[in-house]
Structures are given as structure tokens and as C-alpha cells.
């Protein structure tokens, strides 16, 4: 992937995300950071981003407030759920909120979310 390929990671667990963004950046994937879903739609009105990495339990604006927003915006980025959420009813709430994919944050090792988060990428995009 090149650099062009920008990625928004909306965690905010911060130790959380400069690992995840230091992991993607090796892979030469552009990181932009947001902790909460205000910040995050501050940054999708400045900047257009390939896909969005959306945790679901955030301070001010929860994942799904987030995700009703950006449908009030028509914004079209592809969103792939990161959370410790994993009960069937939640699955089926990110998909009914929009977003095209989910992983489970607590089943998933650093490295194996990044795979994951790879082959999201390869999926929306068909990058190598």
C-alpha cells in the first residue's frame, strides 16, 4: 500500500492507538487519530479517508452516534468496527448502523488485528 491509503482510527485508549497507528504506518498506511466521535467528524469534514476504524464505547459521542452522523453527512468511507463488544445483537447493530466489518478487539492480538485490518483494506480496495 502506499501512503495515499488514509486510514482514521477513532480508540480512545490511547496506548491502544499509537500501537495499532505505528503497525499500520510500517505497512505505509497514512494514520489520522481521533478519541471520540466529535473529533473524528471534525476530521472527516477537513479530509477524506479511505477507511475508518471505529471503536464503539467512546467518551462524548459513542461509536453509534458516530455512525448515525456520518449517514446525516452522507459520507460514504467504508467503517470497520473495532470493539470488545462481541455479542450477536451488537454485530448485527454495527451492521445496521453501516459499518462493513467488525473485529474483535478482545479475541485478536496486535499483530492479528492489523492482519485484519490489512485485509479490510484489501477487501474495499483490492490493494495488495
Do not use: H, R, W
Request: aromatic share 8%; hydrophobic share 45%; glycine share 4%.
Amino acid at each position: 500500500m502506499s501512503m495515499n491509503n488514509k486510514i482514521l482510527l477513532v480508540e480512545d485508549e490511547e496506548f491502544l492507538s499509537n500501537l495499532i497507528g505505528i503497525k499500520l504506518k510500517e505497512l505505509n498506511i497514512d494514520v489520522l487519530k481521533a478519541k471520540n466521535g466529535e473529533e473524528a467528524l471534525e476530521l472527516i469534514k477537513k479530509d477524506s479517508f479511505d477507511l475508518i476504524l471505529l471503536d464503539i464505547i467512546l467518551p462524548k459521542m459513542n461509536g453509534f452516534d458516530f455512525l448515525n452522523e456520518l449517514k446525516g453527512i452522507n459520507n460514504k468511507t467504508p467503517v470497520v468496527v473495532i470493539t470488545i463488544l462481541a455479542q450477536e445483537t451488537d454485530i448485527d447493530k454495527f451492521k445496521e448502523f453501516g459499518a462493513m466489518g467488525y473485529i474483535s478487539k478482545s479475541k485478536t492480538t496486535l499483530n492479528d488485528l492489523v492482519l485484519e485490518i490489512q485485509n479490510k483494506c484489501k477487501q474495499f480496495y483490492n490493494i495488495k
